[in-house]
């Protein structure tokens, strides 16, 4: 259908029917099916075909040297790029793994054996407070497995942390330098604890990543395959990323790593080219012996890793199970800086010469996913020509694309459309218009930047660590990218008004017209993800339970739910508003959160209309140990970290809800930032008041405390209790 022959009207009707049936598809086709994937997939690479045949026949001017002609064939080179990485990944979604039979095994298997496979657990660590660290080693300690080792490998080397791993009975590591960051300190471990422990398997965790109780059994029995070399869980979050935060979002979509995570992982494990990424994963010794050890020659060393292995015919195997919970990056600089030393070190990785693009021992399919990985980071670029489009064509009258408003409605509308939907579907609807786009902007400029330093300089640069447990009770504002949204919404309006506006108004124009409006929108969402929202300490979150159980107070059973619980207050619910009538504030009440985990609090808050109780937790008792009752603060905070970060819910929505995040937006806008800092900072006193800060206890180790090793090892030490 030709755009000439075509009104506008019958253009908007074509596209409006096809959009209908994009949105049939989407409610008919099943996700989980591989058919269903196949199915909607093809229609949309035919789509994007004929979208790409449209763009190149007919959208360009006659070619000479002018920046007229010159322009639009720079923008369509950076938008091929896009649309490359999107038909690579809709033919990569065609498969999928699911292992949860295999790890159904495993755990059937580890729990029938008296003693299982020996398991050294790696925490690496540089410069994370006691805040960060206690959550990990104490839900460590509490993992569900007979025969396992904690090491704690520091490469700050903090006396204050030697003497807390004595006093818990984990083993302590350092170092004299940090040569080769994350992966020389994994190195040094290795090679030490081959000398004590020398255990088979080696879970590597960051400081900030709490393993789930059930991680070891669900991944040790799948390595009787023995071409597996290592084996990834997903990484979930505990806390908003600063997207999800400062569009208050947070419990209305997904976070920005979700879909790449629980959808593009599996379906690369379906081509064997899944990848690990760093945390809550477990690896063979002997496969890292067979390699000579963690790679150090790049900043992602666990990308590197996995290509490492593909070379001596070992995969990585994608296990999609929620086994560990982490810190995400909880600054918008920190999110900044994590994306580009992983855009720098995947590009590393591929100008290696034993590498995916010049090494050998890689199939061509491995070697094409590697390619799709760098697309990915090689797409921000275009974000920010599609940002300078209308600003361009505004001020110089270079047009980007050649395209009439009945084009657009025939050919890039319904492409657009059927691109979203179908992202949204067979991602299970995690993925959200706008709140994703914006999720990538925020990152285009310092991403496009990184890209530029790695090509020219890809190598001697230092591995940056994603700062954790910062101080943010306090509006911030990152004020170099929040100023180039801004200008970029003038910019555009100013253009707009003295050019399609006020001026020669044409049927490109109004094209453009649309293309301004829709870059404003983009650009003051972005501008508002730079603003950066207080947030409440780690102490404060709470975490939703909806645990059915019974209270008891005043000598009386009543049936409850636990709606929230943190590791100082929860909110408890009664089924009856009249069970809350002769409770006060100050009575003592018991319940119990978890199985075997009985807790008491002191009622602060009475809501008599919603027959909720919000209580301060003062005594706990961990009847998986004893039937004793602790109720100093320091072991109730103990107890409570280590129950509720081992057997963590889900705080995090699975899925995108688009009228709750328009509505948080909304509200977004509309409400100062300042705001949010009173509410924050009354959080942040509480928690203070109510934490007891962990000090060493006399002589700095528990009773049986074992001395440290002589250097190299500085600071080895050997746990009082295992």
């Excluded at 290795?190 to 059994?217: G, H, M, V």
Aim: include cysteine; proline fraction near 6%.
């Amino acid at each position: 259908m030709s755009p000439e022959v075509v009104t506008l009207s019958d253009a908007i009707l074509f596209s409006l029917i096809t959009l209908a049936l994009i949105l049939c598809c989407a409610l008919l086709l099943d996700s989980r099916k591989g058919k269903d994937r196949v199915l909607f997939g093809t229609i949309l690479i035919l789509m994007l075909a004929n979208y790409v045949y449209f763009r190149v026949t007919t959208t360009l001017p006659d070619f000479d040297w002018s920046a007229y002609a010159l322009w639009p064939r720079i923008y369509l080179a950076f938008e091929a790029v896009v649309i490359l990485y999107t038909l690579l990944s809709i033919v990569f979604f065609f498969r999928r793994t699911d292992h949860t039979g295999a790890a159904d095994a495993s755990e059937a298997m580890i729990s029938a054996m008296g003693k299982p496979p020996a398991v050294d657990i790696f925490i690496c660590t540089y410069n994370e407070d006691v805040t960060i660290l206690e959550r990990t080693i104490l839900a460590a300690k509490a993992i569900d497995y007979g025969n396992f080792t904690i090491w704690i490998l520091d490469d700050g080397r903090r006396q204050w942390l030697r003497d807390y791993c004595a006093e818990l009975g984990v083993r302590y590591l350092t170092r004299d330098d940090n040569k080769g960051a994350k992966g020389g300190n994994i190195n040094n471990a290795i090679r030490w604890s081959k000398q004590i422990t020398d255990a088979p398997f080696i879970l590597i965790l960051d400081a900030d990543f709490a393993p789930q109780r059930a991680i070891l059994k669900r991944i040790i029995g799948q390595f009787v395959d023995p071409e597996i070399g290592l084996i990834q869980t997903p990484q979930f979050y505990y806390n908003a990323d600063p997207v999800q935060h400062n569009l208050l979002a947070s419990k209305a979509w997904v976070d920005d790593q979700r879909i790449f995570f629980d959808v593009m992982q599996p379906s690369k494990d379906g081509w064997g080219a899944a990848f690990c990424v760093g945390t809550s994963c477990v690896v063979r010794r002997d496969a890292l012996e067979l390699i000579g050890g963690m790679p150090e020659e790049t900043v992602t060393e666990d990308i590197h890793l996995t290509y490492r292995l593909m070379q001596k015919g070992l995969r990585t195997r994608w296990l999609n199970e929620r086994l560990s919970v982490g810190l995400s990056a909880e600054s918008l600089s920190g999110y900044i800086t994590q994306r580009c030393r992983w855009c720098l070190g995947t590009i590393q990785v591929a100008l290696l010469r034993d590498g995916p693009f010049f090494g050998r021992g890689y199939t061509a399919m491995q070697r094409l996913h590697y390619f799709h990985g760098l697309l990915f980071w090689f797409c921000r670029p275009f974000m920010l020509l599609l940002m300078a489009a209308p600003i361009l064509f505004y001020f110089l009258g270079l047009p980007a694309i050649l395209m009439e408003p009945e084009a657009f409605f025939l050919y890039a509308l319904p492409m657009v459309g059927a691109m979203w939907t179908f992202h949204a579907w067979v991602s299970g609807w995690r993925s959200l218009p706008l709140f994703t786009e914006v999720s990538q902007m925020v990152s285009a400029i310092p991403i496009t930047i990184a890209i530029c330093h790695a090509i020219a300089h890809p190598f001697g640069r230092p591995f940056k660590v994603t700062a954790k447990g910062e101080d943010r009770t306090r509006v911030d504002i990152l004020y170099p990218i929040a100023t180039t949204f801004a200008l970029i919404i003038i910019l555009t309006f100013t253009g707009m008004l003295n050019g399609p506006l006020l001026s020669n108004y044409s049927g490109l124009d109004s094209f453009s017209v649309a293309w301004g409006m829709v870059v404003m929108v983009y650009a003051f969402v972005s501008m508002l993800v730079c603003i950066e929202l207080p947030r409440e300490p780690l102490d404060a979150i709470r975490f939703p339970l909806g645990r059915k159980t019974a209270m008891t107070c005043n000598g009386q059973a009543f049936p409850c739910t636990v709606d929230t619980l943190s590791l100082t207050q929860a909110e408890i619910s009664l089924q009856q508003k009249r069970m809350t009538a002769g409770s006060r504030i100050g009575d003592l009440l018991l319940f119990s959160p978890f199985p075997g985990f009985d807790v008491a609090g002191r009622i602060e808050r009475v809501d008599q209309n919603r027959s909720v109780f919000t209580v301060s937790i003062v005594a706990v008792k961990e009847r998986r140990e004893s039937e004793e009752i602790h109720a100093h603060p320091a072991i109730v905070r103990r107890k409570m970290i280590q129950r509720l970060y081992s057997e963590m819910p889900e705080a995090m929505p699975g899925r995108a809800y688009p009228l709750a995040a328009m509505g948080a937006l909304f509200t977004r806008m509309f409400q100062k930032p300042s705001a949010y800092a009173g509410k924050t900072r009354t959080a942040a006193n509480t928690v203070a008041v109510r934490r007891s800060r962990w000090r060493p206890s006399p002589g700095g180790v528990i009773a049986g405390g074992a001395k440290a090793l002589p250097a190299p090892a500085r600071g080895l030490m050997p746990p009082a209790a295992e």
